[in-house]
Nanobody
Framework: QVQLVESGGGLVPAGGSLRLSCAAS????????MGWFRQAPGKEREVVAV????????YYADSVKGRFTISRDNAKNMMYLQMNGLKPEDTALYYC?????????????????WGQGTQVTVSS
């Protein structure tokens, strides 16, 4: 079992930056592929970025490439999402997720564990 807790969300103006954190606890949490997802009101949950357990492979949604950076510190059981150049369309509830696979996977059903989410609001 893995428990995930997100933090770092908030209200920022367009062009601003935020750093989201995800604290993982439980069995062998460093051996999981992890990802950030987001869900805006009235829209489906979508992948933002994914990182494998060794951090050797990362994946980004086209909408955030060049602006967001995913990273993890397995010694601290932490994952991060550095978000720069934020746009109003980035406004959503951001979730941290973990899966027992070692591959890069980018759809919500493939993830086994989820946090409660942290709200990111970007004003225009």
């Amino acid at each position: 079992q893995v428990q995930l807790v997100e933090s770092g969300g908030g209200l920022v103006p367009a062009g601003g930056s935020l750093r989201l954190s995800c604290a993982a606890s439980g069995r062998a949490s460093s051996w999981y592929t992890m990802g950030w997802f987001r869900q805006a009101p009235g829209k489906e949950r979508e992948v933002v970025a994914v990182i494998t357990w060794s951090a050797s492979t990362t994946y980004y949604a086209d909408s955030v490439k060049g602006r967001f950076t995913i990273s993890r510190d397995n010694a601290k059981n932490m994952m991060y999402l550095q978000m720069n150049g934020l746009k109003p369309e980035d406004t959503a509830l951001y979730y941290c997720a973990a899966t027992q696979t070692s591959r890069v996977v980018d759809t919500p059903p493939e993830y086994d564990y989820w946090g409660q989410g942290t709200q990111v609001t970007v004003s225009s």
